[in-house]
């Protein structure tokens, strides 16, 4: 590959662990990034690859041939450091959802199948399973088998699920029962789903016969009390670009910093006085989810890595004011940091 560039949006790709179409089999996802070890990096810029790949056809050129001058590489810019200005919390978030896209169902199906978009159903972003009911201390909350990341939220606060360090409140393809730790009384349960990848690769169709969400074909559901639910409200969040655009009631961080944890939707706008430059986001200080400049997806960033900066080509900013909106799952950073250089981890050796 001479040039791979950047999987911007939800688009960046994965592989499939496991057997093909087994219940346990999971997502693995790619970076957001196609820079597979090109010869040139997502910004276009040479490479030692580069370097070696050019003199080692100079010494086969037989005969030789006229180069042209190398274009010249982007200049980037480590913009100022940004507070965090606005929020949205969970709740918020949900309001802001349009009524189409909250969907009541006899039981969960995946995302694909919902009765949304022309009856094309859902293909990227999030799916939330929602259930309102009467709980007791104790309650059994079971989920089977979530493609591909869930969370699970009780009246709007994440709930610490009690796994390790490396996996901090989230479930992962897999059974899970906890008990759930409420007062007697209504409450919302929802069970927040993150679709990390699809395959972008593979010897047979059965590699992109995927469903994500809570899919029947791979035994995934939801049991409260050793029975299976009737009845969940299922919410699609797709973050297009003219939902995003749209959002309205922002709230002042300063008003109430503590407010301020995820999910939710953080905002910080700036101006470029001049003509804009490429530049990274570096989200190292963040957790998990996904950034949008002016209104455009650049792509998601997790904490585990190996990627940290996600590349912000200058034609998606303004001379004059741009906005960043930030989705974080678990825990937001208290500022938007920009560098000057890419940061793709450390390479992977198969």
Same mark, same amino acid.
């Not at 100079?58 to 041939?65: F, G, I, R, T």
């Not at 009524?99 to 199948?113: A, F, G, N, R, Y």
């Not at 009690?162 to 009384?185: C, E, K, R």
């Not at 400049?293 to 960033?301: A, D, I, K, L």
């Given at each position: 590959?001479?040039?791979?560039?950047?999987?911007?949006?939800?688009?960046?790709?994965?592989?499939?662990?496991?057997?093909?179409?087994?219940? /346990?089999?999971?997502?693995?996802?790619?970076?957001?990034?196609?820079?597979?070890?090109?010869?040139?990096?997502? +910004?276009?810029?040479?490479?030692? %690859?580069?370097?070696?790949?050019? @003199?080692?056809?100079? =010494?086969?050129?037989?005969?030789?041939? $006229? $180069?042209?001058?190398?274009?010249?590489?982007?200049?980037?810019?480590?913009?100022?450091? !940004?507070? !965090? =200005? $606005?929020?949205?919390?969970?709740?918020?978030?949900?309001? *802001?959802?349009?009524?189409?896209?909250?969907?009541?169902?006899? %039981?969960?199906?995946?995302?694909?199948?919902?009765?949304?978009?022309?009856?094309?159903?859902?293909?990227?972003?999030?799916?939330?399973?929602?259930?309102? +009911?009467?709980?007791?201390?104790?309650? $059994?909350?079971?989920?089977?088998?979530? %493609?591909?990341?869930?969370? !699970?939220?009780?009246?709007? *606060?994440?709930? /610490?699920?009690?796994?390790?360090?490396?996996?901090?409140?989230?479930?992962?393809? /897999?059974?899970?029962?906890?008990?759930?730790?409420?007062?007697?009384?209504?409450?919302?349960?929802?069970?927040?789903? /993150?679709?990390? +990848?699809?395959?972008?690769?593979?010897?047979?169709? @059965?590699?992109?016969?995927?469903?994500?969400?809570?899919?029947?074909?791979?035994?995934?559901?939801?049991? #409260?009390?050793? #029975?299976?639910?009737?009845?969940? @409200?299922?919410?699609?969040? *797709?973050?297009?670009?003219?939902?995003?655009?749209?959002?309205?009631?922002? %709230?002042?961080?300063?008003?109430?910093?503590?407010?301020?944890?995820?999910?939710?939707?953080?905002?910080?706008?700036?101006? #470029?006085?001049?003509?804009?430059?490429?530049?990274?986001?570096?989200?190292?200080?963040?957790?998990?989810?996904?950034?949008?400049?002016?209104?455009?997806?650049?792509?998601?960033?997790?904490?585990?890595?190996?990627?940290?900066?996600?590349?912000?080509?200058?034609?998606?900013?303004?001379?004059?004011?741009?906005?960043?909106?930030?989705?974080?799952?678990? *825990?937001?950073?208290?500022?938007?940091?920009?560098?000057?250089?890419?940061?793709?981890?450390?390479?992977?050796?198969?």
């Amino acid at each position: 590959m001479f040039h791979g560039g950047t999987n911007f949006g939800f688009t960046a790709g994965g592989g499939d662990v496991g057997d093909i179409g087994a219940p /346990d089999a999971y997502a693995v996802a790619d970076i957001t990034s196609y820079d597979y070890d090109a010869p040139l990096t997502e +910004a276009g810029d040479y490479t030692v %690859k580069y370097e070696f790949a050019a @003199e080692l056809i100079s =010494q086969y050129e037989n005969p030789k041939l $006229r $180069r042209p001058l190398r274009p010249i590489q982007s200049q980037k810019t480590a913009y100022p450091t !940004l507070q !965090l =200005q $606005r929020y949205l919390n969970y709740t918020d978030i949900i309001m *802001e959802i349009p009524s189409s896209h909250k969907i009541l169902q006899d %039981k969960p199906v995946s995302m694909e199948l919902l009765p949304i978009n022309n009856g094309n159903g859902q293909t990227f972003g999030y799916i939330i399973y929602r259930k309102v +009911a009467n709980f007791s201390p104790g309650d $059994r909350y079971k989920v089977s088998r979530p %493609k591909d990341l869930a969370e !699970l939220l009780i009246d709007g *606060e994440l709930v /610490d699920t009690g796994f390790t360090n490396a996996q901090p409140q989230y479930w992962f393809n /897999d059974i899970h029962d906890i008990a759930l730790n409420v007062s007697s009384g209504e409450h919302t349960i929802d069970l927040f789903v /993150d679709v990390i +990848a699809r395959t972008n690769w593979g010897g047979r169709w @059965e590699h992109f016969n995927q469903q994500k969400g809570l899919p029947e074909i791979t035994g995934s559901k939801i049991e #409260i009390n050793n #029975i299976e639910i009737q009845g969940v @409200e299922i919410i699609a969040l *797709e973050f297009t670009q003219a939902w995003v655009n749209g959002l309205e009631n922002w %709230k002042t961080v300063e008003d109430d910093p503590a407010a301020l944890k995820g999910p939710c939707l953080v905002q910080s706008s700036f101006t #470029i006085p001049t003509t804009p430059t490429d530049t990274f986001l570096n989200m190292s200080g963040w957790h998990k989810g996904v950034v949008f400049v002016n209104g455009f997806n650049v792509g998601r960033y997790w904490k585990v890595g190996p990627q940290q900066n996600l590349y912000v080509p200058a034609p998606l900013l303004n001379t004059g004011i741009n906005t960043i909106i930030v989705f974080e799952q678990f *825990e937001p950073s208290d500022s938007i940091v920009f560098s000057n250089i890419p940061n793709l981890g450390p390479p992977f050796l198969p």
